[in-house]
């Protein structure tokens, strides 16, 4: 089984709708991460957490909002979804600075 | 956010052969990172740098950090079929080496012909 786990890998969503990503991870890492790949434009950063009281925002985090219901789980929100809000996303957590181990990712189109 | 700009953009090469690809930044890094994304999966971290200078190797993969600190170079040498995939630098985001999340050059996308 995988350490971290993205659900669900695929979704197609409207205009408009709220819609949530979840990660879990067994890896036991304290901070997880949630980014945003686009194509030909790498990946950037939307939210970060070091445990389940700390959550940061990071360089996108506009229209976008997390959950950190427990140490090993993570879950990525929009509110209402937006065109431009299609990308592949990916949680990530980390034991040392740098060192980030990554979902498989979930693709995301909104319609 | 600080800006990495990754070359080449793509790279279509005979394989056996050595690649080289390089990433830039406006500002110096503390930390370079490389990481690798195949098809449908998520980065894998390949090489972990921590020191103006320093040389890493991997397997057929060495990377170096820049001694100005603001670059970093990552060779591959004798490439094979499964080398192929995006490769990433990657940098800290903010002042806790990578802690408060990273950021990603554009990718080189290596592409190997048989």
């Known amino acids: 089984d995988a350490d971290v786990t993205q659900t669900p890998r695929n979704r197609i969503t409207k205009t408009g709708k709220r819609i949530m990503l979840e990660c879990s991870q067994t890896k036991g890492h304290d901070r997880m991460y949630w980014y945003r790949q686009d194509p030909g434009l790498g990946l950037r950063l939307i939210y970060y957490?070091?445990?389940?009281?700390?959550?940061n925002k990071g360089e996108i985090s506009d229209g976008y909002s997390v959950s950190r219901q427990a140490q090993a789980k993570f879950s990525l929100s929009l509110e209402s979804a937006i065109p431009n809000q299609t990308a592949l996303y990916f949680c990530a957590t980390s034991d040392f600075p740098g060192r980030a181990f990554f979902g498989q990712g979930t693709r995301l189109t909104v319609v | 956010g600080q800006q990495l700009n990754q070359s080449p953009q793509s790279m279509f090469i005979q394989e056996g052969e050595d690649v080289s690809m390089n990433c830039t930044s406006s500002?110096?890094?503390?930390?370079w990172l490389w990481y690798k994304q195949d098809p449908g999966e998520g980065p894998v971290l390949l090489i972990a740098l921590y020191k103006a200078g320093e040389l890493t190797s991997n397997g057929r993969l060495t990377a170096q950090f820049g001694i100005t600190r603001k670059d970093s170079f990552l060779n591959i040498s004798a490439s094979i079929p499964s080398d192929v995939g995006i490769y990433f630098c990657a940098g800290p985001l903010g002042r806790g080496g990578g802690a408060d999340g990273l950021t990603f050059g554009k990718g080189t996308h290596l592409i190997i012909q048989p």
């Open positions: 500002s110096i890094f503390n930390t």
């Open positions: 957490s070091f445990d389940v009281k700390d959550i």
